[in-house]
């Protein structure tokens, strides 16, 4: 019973305590920055900037060499909506050490406020454009901020990175002390996957076709082919298996005959070169010239095959039908392709094997651009 008295005596003394602790909790910097950040997107999504403003000042004034009450982006996406456009210029006046020092602070908790300053701004982007407009800024202010915004608010893709990766070369020739040369070169200038010269792929076809002259007439069959190719020329390495019929009786060894009609298989392989004549978003068209080798088989019986081989000399056609992608192995085509293989079999007359294919192709011929 004593120790009762005395553990009821222990809790009542120290409620007034626990309240202490309680209250101080809801009083450290890192909650009133939490707090301080839900009021401030509360009050952005009202479009109530003047109070945004108020609250982003009252923050920052909580900052100190162990917290951060904003990471950067979320700042200076916030000046923007602000028009603050001198402490702006300020926050983009940084450097490594700048950033570097973040590393050893208290940064924000995950919240809402950095996914809805973007999708606001790009739902809302020409209030942006029109208060950098009427802020009367500085040539070099009003050049690196567009630019900024720019990067800030296009999908992040390799074409829209390259083309900011230009204007802030343009940028820092035109102006190459500027103050905004470090964020310029280290935050909005990123390395991307770009268009190289070079390029190389894969083809699998499936492929069919007919013949004329003493040739065979081909039924159908299967293809692939590597590609190399540089700027608008192209080098395909490649074979196609067809299964055929004879158009003609084959003498073999002297007089036996292998009768017309009767099956027999045959394996193309050539290289042939190709060159872009038209290449846009949606197809390419490429003239063909190049050369074959054909091995021709056909059994005599259950346990002996004939062989016949000839070159053929080809002209022919690619046409590409371009599939969207998103991948830096980007150039994914439906290939419509026709070969025209000439020869005379070493009899003669001359014969072709018109083949037409059709299949997937994938080519990549990007670089990583720093």
């Known amino acids: ?110 919240d809402q406020l950095n996914q809805q300053l973007y999708i606001h701004s790009v739902d809302d982007e020409h209030i942006l454009r029109s208060n950098l407009q009427n802020a009367q800024l500085s040539a070099e202010d009003n050049e690196f901020f567009s630019i900024f915004l720019d990067w800030n608010l296009k999908p992040l893709s390799s074409e829209n990175q390259e083309i900011v990766n230009g204007k802030i070369n343009d940028f ?46 081909p039924v159908a069959g299967f293809g ?62 490429s003239p063909v010239v190049g050369v074959g080798y054909n091995w021709e088989s056909y059994s005599v019986s259950k346990k002996k095959r004939e062989n016949n081989r000839y070159v053929l000399y080809q002209v022919g056609l690619n046409f590409d039908i371009k599939l969207n992608t998103k991948r830096s192995f980007e150039n994914h085509y439906i290939r419509i392709r026709y070969n025209c293989g000439i020869t005379d079999m070493g009899q003669g007359e001359i014969s072709t094997l018109n083949v037409i294919s059709i299949g997937w192709t994938g080519f990549m011929n990007r670089k990583y651009v720093e």
């Open 224 to 285: 692939l082919s590597f590609n190399v190719a540089y700027k608008k020329l192209e080098l395909d390495l490649g074979g196609d298996i067809i299964a055929a019929n004879t158009r003609y009786n084959i003498t073999y060894s002297g007089d036996s005959i292998y009768s017309k009609g009767s099956e027999i298989d045959f394996a193309l392989v050539y290289a042939n070169l190709s060159y872009n004549i038209v290449d846009n978003k949606s197809i390419r068209l």
């Open 172 to 217: 820092l020739k035109a102006y190459p002390d500027s103050r905004y040369a470090w964020v310029a070169n280290n935050i909005v200038h990123r390395p991307y996957w770009g268009k190289s010269d070079w390029g190389a792929g894969i083809s699998f076809e499936l492929c069919s076709g007919f013949s004329t002259g003493q040739m065979h007439k």
């Open 1 to 110: 019973m004593k120790k009762l008295v005395i553990s009821i005596i222990f809790i009542i003394t120290m409620i007034p305590a626990f309240a202490q602790i309680e209250n101080e909790m809801q009083q450290t910097k890192k909650v009133k920055i939490e707090n301080g950040r839900a009021y401030l997107l509360e009050k952005f999504l009202e479009r109530d900037y003047e109070k945004v403003k108020e609250i982003k000042d009252y923050l920052k004034g909580l900052e100190d060499d162990n917290y951060c009450a904003f990471y950067p982006w979320e700042l200076w996406q916030l000046l923007y909506w602000t028009s603050e456009f001198d402490a702006l210029s300020v926050e983009f006046s940084v450097d490594s050490t700048d950033f570097h020092a973040l590393d050893n602070k208290v940064m924000p908790t995950k």
